[in-house]
């Protein structure tokens, strides 16, 4: 069993992050992080000075975008969603990547 590691390559974290607003909808960044850590099945672990600044940059590229909410425990949370120019740099890199890991896969798969 690997240990749970924080370490994620350069630009992943901002793909599961859109990743995961695309398919669960508004999210407060303690939902996103539980999230990707419960898909990564313990092999990732996530903390606020991870998953906030990746926020932070994500809404100043414009690709996700915040407002203040309630959270389901009545404390006042910041709510992110995913905007339409989010949505539309998760499908490049979503190819980018899967012609990636086909690329390495078809490179150790070589005897």
Not at 80 to 102: C, F, K, N, P
Request: hydrophobic share 40%.
């Amino acid at each position: 069993m690997t240990t749970p590691n924080s370490e994620v390559p350069y630009g992943t974290l901002d793909l599961m992050v859109l990743k995961t607003l695309a398919g669960l909808g508004p999210q407060h960044g303690y939902g996103i992080a539980r999230r990707i850590e419960q898909v990564a099945q313990g092999s990732l672990n996530l903390n606020q000075g991870t998953i906030y600044p990746a926020l932070l940059r994500l809404e100043q590229k414009a690709w996700i975008k915040s407002e203040w909410g309630t959270s389901e425990n009545n404390r006042r949370a910041r709510f992110y969603s995913i905007t339409a120019a989010g949505r539309r740099h998760l499908a490049a890199e979503a190819d980018s990547w899967a012609r990636t890991v086909a690329m390495v896969n078809r490179l150790l798969a070589t005897d």
